[in-house]
């Protein structure tokens, strides 16, 4: 199982971006998908998390500006940033529970993490 993370990039304060990440391999089912980010000299922080049945949550640093969806079909979980600020710059990781094919369970896999630049 592998999470590709994509459509990180530079962006104007105020701007908008994108990302995407899509789970691949054998999968049977999955929980909850979620994204994180992690400045540089801080730790990693919660962004957002959406269940399977749908449900969201966000950190209040990002709520009114960010929106967290999910295409079940493509495996795929989506982040729409909106009105963004320099202190969103950071290394954005997606997560997902997954049970897969040889596994008893479900299991926790991170993305390779895609970089939001904030700058003008």
């Known amino acids: 199982v592998q999470l590709q993370a994509s459509g990180g990039g530079l962006v104007q304060p105020g701007g908008s971006l994108r990302l995407s990440c899509a789970a691949s391999g054998s999968i049977f089912s999955i929980n909850a998908m979620a994204w994180y980010r992690q400045a540089p000299g801080k730790q990693r922080e919660l962004v957002a998390v959406t269940t399977s049945g749908g449900s969201t949550s966000y950190a209040d640093s990002v709520k009114g500006r960010f929106t967290i969806s999910r295409d079940n079909a493509k495996n795929t979980v989506y982040l729409q940033m909106n009105s963004l600020k320099p202190e969103d710059t950071a290394l954005y990781y997606c997560?997902?529970?997954?049970?897969?094919?040889?596994?008893?369970?479900?299991?926790?896999?991170w993305g390779q993490g895609t970089l939001v630049t904030v700058s003008s």
């Open positions: 997560n997902a529970e997954i049970y897969s094919r040889g596994s008893s369970g479900y299991r926790n896999y």
